[in-house]
């Protein structure tokens, strides 16, 4: 189910009777409002619109926080992500403005209980992951889902070509639908599109 939220798409999703968040987005009192309770959080990547409301998310439930390890020291601080051109300028800007408060658990995503695969999707940033469920695919920022499917901005990826080998690899992997982190889902056959347009 996708939630209202800011900053990019947050997901909550029930497995077993547990609910988990798929990214938090910026305002945690837009996310409190609409969720009651809640066994953990997933983290696609650690840039501040995915991440910003999760240690407020968090306080609230004693909720674990599951992300890549890879991705971890950046959602601690201990690193910063080098964006680039006008885009790059304007997320260092949001991350000022937003201070991200780390969460306190932070728990490596290969070892959360879900009945889903854990798919990983670097590029975007070393430590994106995907979440392949019932032939769902929550990507984060893979894709977005504007004009059917898109990639996302060279600007905003630690590496470009391991980002397009990330999004070819998706051809590997049986969904139907894709939940991105911006825009609207989209189907298997909007990524067939993209992927021929890529071949062009």
Known sequence: MKLKSRGCNVYLIEDEGKAYLIDTGTSADLILRQVKELDGIIITHAHFDHFAA???????????VFVHEADVPYILGEKKFQYSGLLGLLAKAGEKVFRARPPEDIREAGDLKLNARIIHTPGHTPGSISILRDGELYCGDLLRGRKGLELSPKSFCSDYNQYLKSVMMLSDFDFR???????NVGHREHYEDLLRSMEK
């Open 177 to 183: 639908r894709i939940f991105p982190g911006h825009g």
């Open 54 to 64: 999760a240690y407020h998310v968090q306080k609230k439930f004693g909720c674990p």
